[in-house]
């Protein structure tokens, strides 16, 4: 069954701070992994989306990585704000078709304190 | 360029009732999909359209249906409401096909549903 964990599931930090987020998936066949930034009551926003063949990939302030072979993905926010607190969710869309068009995480809920 | 609208915004419904939902894409996007949002669940894939057709379809009931008309506007239907059907219902759009695809999904603000 195709899964996608993300773990801290929340994370408080403060302002200026750097962090990481983590993204485990087991997704076969495999297409490409997505980060999408979720503000509350709003739709999620795309941040990177990365293929087999890429390994980092950086939007701004925040910066993902994909280990294929470990099947791990983390976004890195450099310099947090507090426009930053949002949930963070990765997404792993597989090329298959069918049932499981896309497998989400439960996201990562990112608290930014001033 | 006007972003992905969906209307309506809020609803509030009772069981046993059904809803139509409508999701308007981004000018020259073929594919638009649609997923549920609830606080236990997280984000679930219902389905996708592409050029009218349905490509993929999530673990959802037969209640859940949807349509894409030929100016890639969709619709999305649930019959007999729910409790548990009380969500944010998000629809997304791109320029491609999902699969395979690394286009950017554009994603709409969602409709709240809340089924009394």
């Known amino acids: 069954k195709n899964q996608v964990e993300q773990s801290p599931q929340s994370l408080i930090i403060l302002e200026g701070k750097n962090c990481t987020l983590q993204c485990n998936y087991t997704v076969s066949p495999f297409s490409n992994l997505r980060w999408y930034k979720q503000d509350t009551g709003r739709g999620p926003v795309s941040l990177t989306i990365m293929t087999f063949s890429e390994n980092t990939k950086s939007n701004g302030r925040y910066t993902a990585t994909l280990d294929a072979d470990t099947k791990q993905s983390s976004l890195h926010i450099t310099a947090s704000q507090l426009s930053d607190s949002a949930s963070y969710i990765c997404?792993?869309?597989?090329?298959?078709?069918?049932?499981?068009?896309?497998?989400f995480g439960k996201g990562t809920h990112l608290i930014i304190q001033p | 360029k006007a972003g992905v609208t969906q209307t309506p915004r809020y609803l509030i419904k009772t069981r046993g009732q059904q809803v139509t939902l409508s999701c308007s894409p981004i000018s020259g996007h073929r594919s638009v999909s649609w997923y549920q949002q609830t606080p236990g669940q997280g984000l679930q894939f219902l389905f996708e359209y592409f050029s009218e057709t349905q490509r993929n379809k999530g673990n959802f009931p037969g209640r859940f249906s949807g349509r894409q008309f030929s100016n890639s506007r969709s619709e999305m239907n649930v019959s007999t409401l729910e409790l548990g059907d009380s969500a944010l219902y998000l629809c997304?759009?791109?320029?491609?096909?999902?699969?395979?695809?690394?286009?950017?999904?554009?994603f709409g603000p969602g409709t709240r549903l809340t089924v009394l």
């Open positions: 997404v792993a869309p597989y090329s298959g078709g069918g049932a499981d068009g896309l497998t």
């Open positions: 997304a759009s791109s320029p491609t096909p999902l699969e395979a695809s690394t286009d950017t999904q554009y």
